[in-house]
């Protein structure tokens, strides 16, 4: 598939796996998956393969500046990586997958707060914080 549209790099770097997500400037989801983090660098360079990414946007939180630097060093050329404010983002994240993946069987008789997901979820934080860099760009355009 090839995207015209420039797309953003949804990174949430962890220590063991990271997410990542691919979303269009018109919020339309592309991709997104959780990989090993020891191979998140060649995942980025795949996808770039695939899509013309205009700029990273990543948690500022645990790992932000290590992997922010180790980007930079690797990616060339380098891109515009933002970081965002990924407080809360987990638990969004949780409500978010019940959403995209609706609960089955026994699980939906568990109460919402008690549910698991199944699998980690840093993917979707990704999705989450390319949401909340879009939010915060449409709020500073229309405020001017």
């Given amino acids: ?3 015209t549209q420039p797309t953003i790099l949804g990174f949430d770097p ?4 990271c997410g990542v997500a691919m979303m269009g400037l018109d919020r339309k989801l592309y991709e997104h998956q959780v990989v090993p983090a020891s191979e998140a660098i060649a995942h980025i360079l ?3 393969q695939k899509y013309p990414i205009s700029l990273i946007v990543m948690g500022d939180q645990t790992t932000a500046k290590k992997w922010k630097q180790k980007l930079n060093q690797e990616l060339i050329p380098a891109l515009n990586i933002v970081l965002v404010d990924e407080r809360y983002t987990t ?3 949780r409500d978010r997958y019940w959403q995209m993946f609706p609960p089955t069987g026994l699980t939906q008789l568990l109460p919402k707060g008690m549910r698991q997901p199944p699998r980690p979820i840093d993917d979707i934080v990704a999705i989450l914080l390319i949401e909340r860099y879009l939010n915060r760009l449409t709020a500073s355009i229309s405020n001017d």
């Fill in 46 to 48: 795949s996808l770039r």
């Fill in 14 to 17: 962890g220590r063991d796996k």
């Fill in 91 to 93: 638990l969004e994240a």
């Fill in 1 to 3: 598939m090839n995207n």
